[in-house]
């Protein structure tokens, strides 16, 4: 019985745990998702050089990608809650 009750405990530890790290994601994500209108909005600035477009253009291809990931990563936390299949995630 005992052995039982600690792994509804585990269980549930990791389900809140996984439960704030996407949170976390959804406001990082969004926060992320900001700067790609800001810096949308720098670059139809006319006042530009080439050089200036460019240095936006890698950034936001930046910011592109690490939202991708982000997205990737939430899309596996929120898919194993889902599931009832919740553990603790260690990134290392």
């Given at each position: 019985m005992r052995q039982r009750q600690a792994e509804t405990r585990r269980q549930n530890?990791?389900?809140r745990s996984m439960a704030k790290e996407?949170?976390?994601?959804?406001?990082?994500?969004?926060?992320l998702r900001k700067s790609l209108e800001g810096i949308h909005k720098q670059r139809t600035n006319t006042k530009l050089s080439g050089a200036e477009i460019g240095l936006l253009d890698e950034r936001r291809n930046n910011l592109l990608l690490t939202i991708a990931a982000l997205d990737d990563r939430l899309s596996a936390v929120q898919g194993l809650i889902d599931l009832g299949r919740p553990h603790i995630i260690r990134v290392h």
């Open positions: 530890v990791a389900k996407a949170k976390q994601l959804t406001g990082l994500i969004a926060s």
